[in-house]
């Protein structure tokens, strides 16, 4: 079955250097009423309190609390994702898929992760049964994240700069 993508209007902080990627930070807010599957039925529904309620809880946010070298162009994330007021420890491995130079001269780092999370542990059970052990909506949550980064200004103090997406 082919699912629409959702489309969410976020902003994403990645501080370090990529020298040194495990000291890096990297904090990600998404605009919760931002969800759009390609359905406005379903959208609403998604924002409502039986699952996001966007009213109550208008930001989803995650905050790294460790960066790990996996290989030469992964690295594991681990970090504290907020839904609906719940923050829960989470792990990720991003992909780095390509470094470039932008049009401004600034270095632009392009990242790529994938995990999957049980909706219930953030307050979002709201089902309805179909007989048997089918449900109305999956238990589980793929979330799919494309980052761009770009460096910016140096930092007159130490010389250094922070990418940010």
């Known amino acids: 079955m082919v699912r629409p993508a959702a489309t969410l209007d976020s902003n994403a902080r990645l501080e370090g250097s990529d020298a040194d990627p495990e000291n890096a930070t990297v904090a990600?807010?998404?605009?919760?009423?931002?969800?759009?599957?390609?359905f406005?039925?379903?959208?609403?529904?998604?924002?409502?309190?039986?699952?996001l309620d966007v009213a109550a809880f208008p930001t989803i946010d995650f905050r790294s609390t460790s960066?790990?070298?996996?290989?030469?162009?992964?690295?594991?994330v681990q970090g504290d994702l907020t839904i609906k007021g719940v923050t829960r420890?989470?792990?990720?491995?991003?992909?780095?898929?390509?470094l470039g130079?932008?049009?401004?001269?600034?270095g632009k780092a392009a990242l790529t992760t994938e995990f999957t999370i049980h909706r219930g542990d953030w307050g979002m059970a709201f089902n309805v049964p179909l007989g048997g052990d089918a449900v109305?909506?999956?238990?589980?949550?793929?979330?799919?994240?494309?980052?761009?980064?770009?460096e910016t200004a140096t930092d007159g103090a130490n010389g250094t700069g922070s990418p940010s997406a």
């Open 28 to 38: 990600v807010t998404v605009d919760a009423s931002s969800v759009e599957s390609g």
């Open 40 to 51: 406005d039925q379903r959208d609403e529904h998604l924002r409502s309190p039986d699952l």
């Open 67 to 76: 960066i790990q070298n996996a290989d030469d162009d992964r690295l594991t």
């Open 89 to 98: 420890p989470i792990q990720a491995e991003a992909t780095l898929r390509g």
């Open 101 to 106: 130079v932008g049009m401004s001269g600034a």
């Open 136 to 150: 109305l909506i999956g238990r589980e949550i793929t979330l799919q994240f494309e980052l761009t980064v770009e």
